[in-house]
């Protein structure tokens, strides 16, 4: 898990992301976008495919996004059929600006910043 700042409608709202080398986009339930006045309808809609071969609608926008120190924009995905109940963190728009290490052991993810 990782604590993610995300940028909406003028504020910064805290939100746990599960780091998931295996998604594509970064992917929030839609309660998160209403929560905070965001119309999440009205980004670009995609199909994006989920780990048992499905497709769901996924609405893109694109959110300043910070871990740690580390700010950047990139796009965030708002699906009412996420099938699973977490949010996940995944790797377009997000893993270019770290090195991201597991210590299974220890249940540590670790960020360092990359140029």
């Not at 965001?38 to 996924?58: E, H, T």
């Amino acid at each position: 898990m990782a604590t993610v700042g995300i940028f909406i409608n003028g504020r910064w709202r805290v939100v746990e992301l599960y780091v998931d080398t295996g998604a594509f986009y970064t992917l929030l339930h839609v309660q998160f976008a209403t929560d905070f006045g965001l119309d999440f309808k009205r980004g670009r809609k995609v199909l994006a495919q989920v780990g048992d071969g499905g497709l769901i609608p996924v609405h893109l926008h694109k959110l300043m996004m910070q871990i740690g120190d580390t700010q950047f924009v990139t796009e965030v995905g708002f699906s009412e059929k996420l099938g699973v109940s977490f949010n996940l963190l995944g790797r377009l728009g997000v893993f270019e600006h770290f090195k991201i290490c597991f210590h299974e052991k220890r249940k540590v993810v670790s960020f360092e910043v990359v140029d």
